[in-house]
């Protein structure tokens, strides 16, 4: 029997219907999603657990996924937790790299493809597992 810690993934988005479509795609064995539904309740989250990857959606009101990716980065415990922003709209070159530089590993376009989202999540998965097998 494995005594391994679950893995820690933080879903970001103003829409309760986005995450829970989020959840459906991600839910595995071994994994914990925590949901927030704006960028200070996912700052909350992410002062208290240990987060192995951030999916944030870029447009939510009051702080801008981008807004919540720079305070992460200014911040100790939080600013090496890698981010896959999610975004409804064709993110711009200028947009793209104002993301990348606040954090992002990487873009998706909602609607977002099952297959790709579930193998972008397996590789961090994967690498926070290998992490904990180091510990």
Do not use: C, W
């Not at 790299?97 to 590789?123: H, Q, R, W």
């Amino acid at each position: 029997m494995s005594s391994k810690r679950n893995i820690n993934f933080l879903l970001v988005d103003d829409l309760e219907s986005n995450l829970i479509a989020l959840e459906a795609i991600l839910e595995r064995e071994g994994l914990t999603l925590l949901k927030a539904r704006s960028g200070r309740e996912a700052l909350e989250m992410l002062l208290v657990h240990e987060i192995a990857l951030a999916f944030v959606d870029v447009q939510m009101p009051e702080m801008t996924g981008f807004e919540l990716a720079e305070t992460m980065r200014g911040t100790e415990r939080t600013k090496s937790v890698p981010i896959i922003f999610l975004t409804a709209g064709i993110v711009d070159q200028k947009r793209r790299i104002e993301g990348y530089e606040s954090g992002a590993v990487d873009f998706l376009l909602k609607p977002i493809d099952p297959a790709i989202l579930l193998n972008k999540a397996a590789t961090f998965y994967d690498l926070a597992r290998q992490r904990q097998d180091l510990e």
